[in-house]
């Protein structure tokens, strides 16, 4: 398999140490083990720490513990726990669905921009994959007679991400059906990158079913990394039907194995408390948010987006005489800010902004943001490198 570099994981890794405000942040502000254990009433913590601290390392339940497939399973409609496989993040749910589904020479239909691995990984397994616009024109929303065009006879799978990174366009549960009509139309499956499942926006658009509740060709891609501030627990997973999620097992015996199972068990403590997650993620997305739309009034001749209308993710247009990646190494060596280059999407002159990230650092990165446009417009002297 022949893979194209990660554009964006590589220009993330280059700043993500280094800077003080990462206002890029894909997922929610991340919890700690104390925030997890907060979660429970003040009277049972301590045994819920003893249990955690007693917890013997050995391997886990290869498919994730029955207990944490339950959990999950009971968000989705007719779903038991042998529907779910647990992954390594939905970066690995993704890469197994497509080593399984998909041979060479297979026609793929993927959204674009997306998150890299759902074009890159079915090019490298040698697919023709038809790319599925959001254009930028209509204010990133997806256009679902586009899709009619490109899905052919031959097409195996059309690939989906709602919310989506990284312009937090939302496919509505009609769009979602129509979808799921023109793959069975076609004998594909479809599947769903729901990594932004349960980040509702206030005053964005509701949330569609998962693609699992759809039928028997709907395949959903879930994570614990974004909707509940977990990324380092890489807890991720698989909803599918038929022997899906035991020939996904069965190829990641050679990959990763099992969750780990101290993991394991706190996605368990995430999971039954997530209603109290949720709140703590409507509190932060709605602060940046009032914060963000504040800033894009105050520098409207400079820079504009569309607010996400769900997930935590936007590309918002500049107006400056500067490449996106230049753009970004600049706001990042000199004023300690990241923004991810727009050309990381095939979008230039954009930055990918998340609201998911401490109120107020993701303000105080917003106001150096604004200096950085000032001096690259000529209206403010340079700053000098790694700059407080
Ligand atoms: C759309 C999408 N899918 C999958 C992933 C992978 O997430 P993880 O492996 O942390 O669950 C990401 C991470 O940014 C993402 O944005």
């Not at 929610?28 to 429970?40: C, F, G, M, S, V």
């Not at 050309?343 to 998911?356: N, P, Q, T």
Request: charged letters at 20%; aromatic letters at 8%; proline letters at 7%.
């Amino acid at each position: 398999m022949k893979m194209e570099p990660f554009a964006l994981e590589r220009w993330m890794t280059t700043w993500e140490t280094k800077v003080q405000y990462d206002i890029a942040e894909s997922g929610i502000l991340p919890l700690r083990i104390h925030d997890l254990l907060d979660l429970l009433p003040e009277s049972e913590r301590p045994a819920a720490l003893s249990s955690l601290v007693d917890l013997r390392l050995g391997y886990s339940e290869a498919c994730g513990t029955a207990e944490l497939r339950s959990l999950l399973a009971s968000t989705y409609k007719d779903c038991s726990p042998e529907n779910i496989l647990i992954t390594t993040g939905a970066i690995e749910a993704n890469f197994l669905l497509f080593n399984i589904l998909l041979e060479p020479g297979d026609h793929v239909v993927a959204c674009y921009p997306a998150y890299q691995q759902l074009y890159s990984v079915p090019r490298g397994i040698g697919c023709d994959v038809a790319l599925w616009n959001v254009r930028a024109e209509n204010g990133f929303r997806f256009d679902l007679g586009d899709l009619e065009k490109l899905v052919t006879p031959k097409t195996r799978l059309i690939v989906v991400n709602t919310p989506h990174n990284p312009t937090g366009a939302m496919l509505s549960e009609a769009d979602l059906r129509r979808v799921y009509a023109l793959a069975e139309s076609v004998g594909a499956k479809v599947l769903c990158d729901e990594a932004y499942r349960w980040l509702t926006v206030p005053g964005g658009d509701p949330f569609a079913p998962p693609m699992f509740d759809l039928g028997p060709r709907g395949i959903s891609v879930g994570t614990l990394s974004k909707p509940f501030g977990l990324p380092g627990l890489r807890i991720g997973w698989i909803a599918a039907r038929g022997d899906i999620p035991a020939r996904c097992w069965a190829m990641r015996d050679y990959v990763s194995l099992s969750p780990g199972r101290l993991n394991d068990a706190l996605a368990i403590l995430a999971m039954r408390h997530r209603e109290k997650i949720f709140e703590r993620n409507l509190r932060i997305i709605t602060a940046n948010l009032a914060e963000a739309n504040r800033w894009f009034a105050e520098h409207a001749g400079v820079i504009s987006w569309n607010p996400p209308s769900g997930g935590l993710l936007a590309l918002a247009r500049y107006n400056l005489d500067i490449p996106s990646l230049e753009l970004s190494n600049r706001l990042a060596e000199r004023y300690s800010v990241m923004l991810a280059p727009g050309s990381a999407f095939g979008f230039e002159h954009h930055l990918r902004i998340g609201i998911g990230q401490d109120p107020s650092v993701f303000a105080t990165g917003l106001q150096r943001a604004a200096v950085c446009f000032a001096e690259v417009a000529g209206k403010r002297p340079a700053a000098a490198a790694h700059s407080e």
